[in-house]
């Protein structure tokens, strides 16, 4: 099902949205419209600019066209007003190697600014399945393991919406429904989440909806 | 302000620059070639230098060019990041080369003007030395440009490099010359004395006029250049390359 | 949820890259290493004469100053840039550009700090007076965080280049210049007998500059590079 054309008044929406890269338009004119407690997936096949549309809309890379709206109000990509609206987790976790995964979430959550105490940084632990290994380093978990970090931050931030690419990339299946029962709380919120993947995460109906980018 | 933008996009701009270039370079060696008869022939000798002193004609205005024209890459800079015209960028990253040539230009005369004055080829003389870091500094912004592939950051990178290097720049030339005062160093001065005979300042004055010109002429035929590698592709610009072939 | 304070971004991330640091602590001590062994090669190579190196000394030890300072600037953002850290710093509720304040901080107490405290050794070997020292030391503390300072521009602007190492050398050495000048100036001036403020000032002058000019610059030159 296609995205919506109409600007909504809640939520985020896009219009005419156009990437380049190196001087070559990745595409051109893209509209999207998420409301408040619904998930929007990108899919795609691999280099139809998925990637460089959550960037875009993180205020990463700017965009060569277009008019992005949140709740009705143009969002200014790079302001401080927007990037604070914002959790982005992409390909490059920002996890250091040398650094413990319980200090790794503690710098993470001070970044994200939500007053996260020990205790509740502990029980995220705990429940993304890395509470034995806190006090180990990144670099000694598995890819899967540090993709839970990540889960682990996704669930401490209360930011409104989130930019996910590739979320499920190297997660098992247990992993994959925690993943699912984190986007369904933060969507419970009245979160927004744009999620950019090749598998499918469960969600309920009605809340999801999906854009598809690149020809073929 | 609106013909400031419309003259800023690249589209207007290519055509104009075309037409333009060519009486750039046309004043440029008229302007040349008066200022070298006056420097070469109708000026006097020098009683002290004899005529050795001749090459201020070429060395004078390339160094005053030199520190000039990096002043104005720094002020398109500005206008770049302020503006967001890409045409800035553009004219910026083309100056460059020019801008380089006439330091290389004012070191090399430099030192062929130091040969008889001072005896030696190359002598830490705080202009000297200036010019020598200034010629790093050009490198240096050629060197990132051209070591960045996308255009768009290549732009914004030079751009920061250039107004950080044109704060940096009256730094440094005043710590060259605190330098070579406490080191005391050469001490011949390469400008000549503000008396000097007023045919000279004529000449010297007409050949900076034409260093001038020639450098607004060789930057907008560069910018026409990186206009089309750049725009390769553009349609506006399919229609000036096909109406040229036919 | 409004933005947090310049000295929060600030105080984040210094503590931030210290403790990274005291991970690897190695890297420090190399280029501590590096600092010595170049102000070793000196008398080796233009002999052994007290005169001739005693009025080279303070010239050595700025040159193997900035030196040192260029080879650890990699430090500053390439882990971060690779790992994905930095964007995770441009989403984060602090400024920016307090977030590289406090990095650059960082690189200065772990580079320039150590130098320091180095370099009243290397000034005895070449012989060096104790006064000389002393102004050696006030000229490397105002003129360290300088080179960090304006070591973090350029190492954002060659981020992730091909050949960056070069490059960063061609960029960056030219602007060290006025701080081999007025550095050096000052110990040379205390040994003539003459004042040194002048020096002292510039270098100081300098040292604001670049505190107030360098961390908006840096942060704009790794947007720049993260886009």
């Keep these: 099902m296609p995205a919506s054309t109409d600007i909504a008044a809640q939520g985020l929406s896009a219009r005419a949205v156009g990437c380049e890269r190196g001087g070559r338009a990745l595409f051109e004119s893209i509209d999207l419209a998420v409301s408040p407690g619904a998930a929007l997936f990108l899919v795609g096949p691999n280099g139809s600019g998925k990637t460089t549309l959550l960037r875009a809309l993180a205020g990463l890379t700017e965009p060569a066209a277009g008019e992005v709206r949140w709740n009705g109000r143009d969002a200014a990509l790079r302001s401080a007003v927007w990037r604070m609206q ?10 250091k190697d040398e650094l413990s995964v319980a200090e790794n979430l503690e710098l993470a959550c001070d970044l994200d600014g939500g007053q996260v105490g020990a205790a509740e940084r502990a029980q995220a632990l705990q429940r993304v399945g890395l509470a034995r290994r806190a006090a180990l380093q990144v670099k000694r978990l598995s890819q899967g393991q540090k993709q839970r970090l990540t889960l682990a931050r996704l669930s401490l931030s209360r930011r409104k919406l989130w930019l996910l690419d590739e979320p499920t990339a190297a997660l098992d299946s247990d992993a994959r429904v925690l993943l699912g029962d984190i986007l369904r709380a933060h969507l419970a919120r009245g979160g927004v989440a744009l999620v950019a993947t090749h598998d499918r995460i469960d969600l309920p109906a009605g809340q999801t909806a999906e854009l598809r980018l690149g020809g073929a | 302000m609106r013909w400031l933008y419309r003259y800023a996009s690249p589209a207007t701009f290519y055509p104009v620059a075309g037409a333009l270039a060519p009486w750039f370079f046309v004043a440029a060696a008229l302007l040349g070639a008066a200022g070298l008869y006056i420097g070469l022939i109708a000026a006097p000798t020098d009683f002290q230098q004899g005529d050795a002193y001749r090459i201020i004609y070429i060395h004078v205005p390339a160094a005053w060019m030199s520190m000039f024209i990096y002043v104005v890459m720094a002020a398109y800079g500005v206008l770049f990041l302020s503006l967001n015209t890409r045409l800035s960028a553009m004219m910026m990253s083309a100056l460059a080369p020019t801008g380089a040539m006439f330091t290389f230009l004012a070191l090399w005369t430099g030192a062929l003007w130091g040969r008889p004055t001072w005896g030696a080829y190359w002598v830490w003389d705080a202009r000297l030395t200036s010019e020598l870091i200034l010629l790093f500094l050009y490198l240096g912004f050629m060197a990132l440009q051209a070591a960045i592939e996308d255009p768009r950051r290549a732009d914004r990178a030079a751009a920061l490099l250039a107004i950080v290097g044109v704060v940096n720049v009256p730094i440094i030339y ?9 080191h005391q160093g050469a001490s011949v001065s390469l400008t000549a004395s503000p008396k000097m005979a007023r045919i000279m300042l004529t000449g010297m004055l007409i050949m900076s006029l034409a260093a001038w010109l020639y450098a607004i002429g060789a930057s907008l035929l560069r910018v026409r250049a990186i206009i089309l590698e750049r725009e390769a592709g553009a349609e506006w610009l399919q229609g000036h390359v096909d109406g040229k072939a036919r | 949820m409004s933005e947090a304070g310049a000295w929060a971004g600030f105080a984040w991330g210094l503590r931030r890259d210290l403790k990274l640091s005291a991970r690897s602590s ?10 010595l062994i170049v102000a070793t090669l000196f008398p080796l190579s233009v002999g052994p004469d007290p005169r001739i190196l005693h009025r080279i000394g303070a010239g050595i030890i700025w040159v193997c100053a900035a030196l040192a300072c260029l080879l650890s600037l990699h430090r500053m953002f390439t882990l971060d840039y690779v790992d994905g850290s930095l964007e995770q710093m441009l989403l984060g509720h602090m400024p920016f550009p307090s977030i590289v304040a406090g990095k650059i ?5 772990t580079t320039g700090c150590p130098l320091i405290v180095c370099a009243p050794l290397v000034g005895v070997q070449f012989g060096l007076s104790f006064g000389e020292i002393g102004v050696l030391l006030v000229t490397l503390l105002l003129g360290t965080p300088v080179l960090s300072l304006i070591g973090g521009i350029m190492a954002a602007l060659t981020l992730g280049l091909r050949g960056g190492g070069a490059l960063l050398a061609l960029l960056l050495l030219p602007l060290y210049i006025p701080l081999l000048v007025f550095g050096v100036g000052a110990v040379e001036a205390y040994a003539a007998g003459l004042g040194m403020e ?7 002058a300098e040292l604001i500059l670049a505190l107030v000019g360098s961390p908006l610059a840096t942060a704009a030159a790794v947007r720049t590079a993260i886009d």
């Design chain 1, 86 to 95: 914002l959790t982005y987790a992409g390909h490059k976790p920002g996890h």
């Design chain 2, 174 to 182: 005043f710590s060259v010359q605190w330098w070579n005062t406490l």
């Design chain 3, 26 to 35: 190695a890297e420090v001590l190399v280029v501590l290493g590096f600092f």
């Design chain 3, 105 to 109: 901080g960082a690189h200065w107490l």
């Design chain 3, 198 to 204: 002048g020096h002292l000032s510039v270098l100081g």
